[in-house]
């Protein structure tokens, strides 16, 4: 059994490739959430200032005081807002990233299942019951991906409706 200088090259390039997706997307997710955060600030001091000349331009105690409770209800709705936008790239950035973790395990599993083809059939004879277990090693392996794959996409729709009542309570 071999592998020759084709399956080499075509391995590595799609290595290169998921490496080349992983990275964009990771760099992607970081320019927005950069983005949302310099947005943020900027807006939070620009409501801060206004806020302080609000207060500071109040005739009494209590139309100072009742300006500063106004400030407060637009100051949670944008907490909220923030932190909506941020679950969301990161649930973006973690979504992309899953499918490219999915193609390259079914291209693996394609890989894995072909050397063993070819291994079953210049297997010498005898040898059935190391080429079943090895076989029953790939299911279980599958298996196991598969059952992680859906525990995670669970967490992932449990946190997201999660973050969605929250965001209506903040509301």
Same mark, same amino acid.
């Given at each position: ?8 090259? !075509?391995?590595? %390039? /799609?290595?290169?490739? &998921? ?5 964009? $997307?990771?760099? +992607?997710?970081? @320019? ?42 637009? !100051?949670?709705? %944008? /907490?909220?807002?923030? &932190? ?5 790239? $990161?649930?973006? +950035?973690?979504? @992309? ?42 299911? !279980?392996?599958?298996? /196991? ?27």
């Amino acid at each position: 059994m071999s592998i020759n200088t084709e399956q080499f090259a !075509a391995a590595n %390039k /799609a290595t290169v490739d &998921s490496l080349l997706s992983v990275a964009n $997307t990771a760099l +992607a997710s970081a @320019e927005r959430i950069a983005a949302l955060n310099l947005n943020t600030a900027r807006s939070a001091l620009e409501d801060t200032v206004s806020g302080v000349k609000t207060v500071l331009g109040a005739k009494d105690p209590q139309a100072a005081l009742a300006a500063q409770s106004s400030l407060a209800q637009p !100051a949670v709705e %944008k /907490a909220v807002a923030y &932190s909506r936008s941020a679950y969301e790239i $990161t649930s973006e +950035a973690q979504q @992309e990233l899953a499918k490219v973790i999915e193609a390259q395990f079914g291209d693996f599993q394609k890989s894995i299942a072909s050397m063993v083809e070819l291994a079953t059939k210049s297997a010498p004879v005898g040898s059935e019951g190391a080429v079943a277990a090895i076989q029953n090693a790939i299911a !279980a392996a599958n298996s /196991a991906f598969g059952n992680m794959n859906t525990v995670a996409k669970q967490f992932a729709e449990k946190a997201q409706a999660n973050i969605a009542a929250v965001t209506k309570t903040g509301k």
